[in-house]
Structure formats: C-alpha cells, structure tokens
T-cell receptor
Framework: AQKVTQAQTEISVVEKEDVTLDCVYE???????LFWYKQPPSGELVFLIR??????QNEISGRYSWNFQKSTSSFNFTITASQVVDSAVYFC??????????FGKGTLLTVNP | DAGVTQSPTHLIKTRGQQVTLRCSPK?????VSWYQQALGQGPQFIFQ???????QRGNFPDRFSGHQFPNYSSELNVNALLLGDSALYLC??????????????FGPGTRLTVL
C-alpha cells in the first residue's frame, strides 16, 4: 500500500521568509514518481514538479526547490523569499505500480504581507 | 491545444438524487481518472477508465459508476446522493504508458453540493 504524509497541516509566515513543506512517503515499489501540486482557492490543481524515484538530484526552479532523499523517504519543498501569491494548499503525491495517484492531506500555507 | 475540461463547474443537488459529471481529456490522451476531494482533504482516487472499461477502482461504493466513450471522454455518475458526497470532483487524463509512467493532467473540477 502507498501512503503520503504531510505532517504540517497549516503554516503561516511573513512575506520574504523561507518556508519548507515536508512530505514523507511509503511504498514497496522500486519505480515510482513523486509530485507536488499547488491548489489555490479556485480549486484547480496546479502541477509544480514530477520526480522519478531513480533521480535523487535536487531541483531548483526560481524561488522553488525540492529535496528528494530516498534514505528517509522524503520529498520536501522549499519556497525561498515567500510572497503573498504563494498562499495556497500544497499537496505531495505518489504514483507507483498501480494507476492511481496517492495524495497527502495537504499543507495550507498562508503568507502574510 | 485544450487541456482537460470538465462540466458543469458547479452543481447543487438534494439527497437521493442522481448526478452525472463530464470530462473531456487532453488531446492525445486515452485514459481518464476520477478523484473526489472533500473539504480539507487530499484528492481520493475513485476509478480509472481505459479502452472504455474500468481498469482500477478505489474504495468507493457501487453508487459511483462511470463510463468512457470511444472519443475517450468520460462521465462519472453518482446515484442516491448523500450529504457526504459534497466535494470537488477532479478528472485527470493521461496517455497510457504503463504505470507509473502515466502522467496525469487535471481538469478544473466540478464542485458538487448535496443539500
């Protein structure tokens, strides 16, 4: 069975602070993908990143960066110099040998001006 | 190139009624998955359709059924609606490359309210 845990239910920061969203996963599959999605109040899921289980290189995209560590089954997401527009619910997700995406419960990030 | 589209955007029903939600996949995609997202929760997998058949199903009762048409579009039907069925219903399409390589693209969702 697959499981994704986002232990942080809510995080509140002040603009320009750095913030890290944690994601821990469980799977017996050796080949899998990990994802991060952003969900603004409108409800649409916005794709942020997909990472293959064989690629542990960290990735940076602008103010966003991701740290993938298979040894600890973690795939954490950091926003540098947060902005009010970053306020949203963020979901970590996993897909393995079956066809379904397994999502965590999400972390509500509020960035205050 | 149109992405995944869903209709309607919002829907209000009463308990016991039946509802049909619709999804058109992204151009070139042949697989449609449906997810239910209750308030404050992550999306939960309902089922996936491929070649007009249900290929995999999550932990949802038989009141939830679906269909896929030859043009790959899909419908989600929910019978005997309960208050707990109120949720955002998300459709995702993908091109079948075998798991886990099927990259799913999500539509904007249909928000269902059951009164």
């Amino acid at each position: 069975a697959q499981k994704v845990t986002q232990a942080q239910t809510e995080i509140s920061v002040v603009e320009k602070e750095d913030v890290t969203l944690d994601c821990v996963y469980e799977t017996r599959d050796t080949t899998y993908y990990l994802f991060w999605y952003k969900q603004p109040p409108s409800g649409e899921l916005v794709f942020l990143i997909r990472r293959n289980s064989f690629d542990e290189q960290n990735e940076i995209s602008g103010r966003y960066s991701w740290n993938f560590q298979k040894s600890t089954s973690s795939f954490n997401f950091t926003i540098t110099a947060s902005q009010v527009v970053d306020s949203a619910v963020y979901f970590c997700a996993l897909i393995g040998s079956n066809y379904k995406l397994t999502f965590g419960k999400g972390t509500l990030l509020t960035v205050n001006p | 190139d149109a992405g995944v589209t869903q209709s309607p955007t919002h829907l209000i029903k009463t308990r016991g009624q039946q509802v049909t939600l619709r999804c058109s996949p992204k151009s070139g995609h042949d697989t449609v998955s449906w997810y239910q997202q209750a308030l404050g929760q992550g999306p939960q997998f309902i089922f996936q359709y491929y070649e007009e058949e249900e290929r995999q199903r999550g932990n949802f009762p038989d009141r939830f059924s679906g269909h896929q048409f030859p043009n790959y579009s899909s419908e989600l039907n929910v019978n005997a609606l309960l208050l707990g069925d109120s949720a955002l219903y998300l459709c995702a399409s993908s091109l079948d490359l075998g798991p886990p390589h099927n990259e799913q693209f999500f539509g904007p969702g249909t928000r269902l309210t059951v009164l």
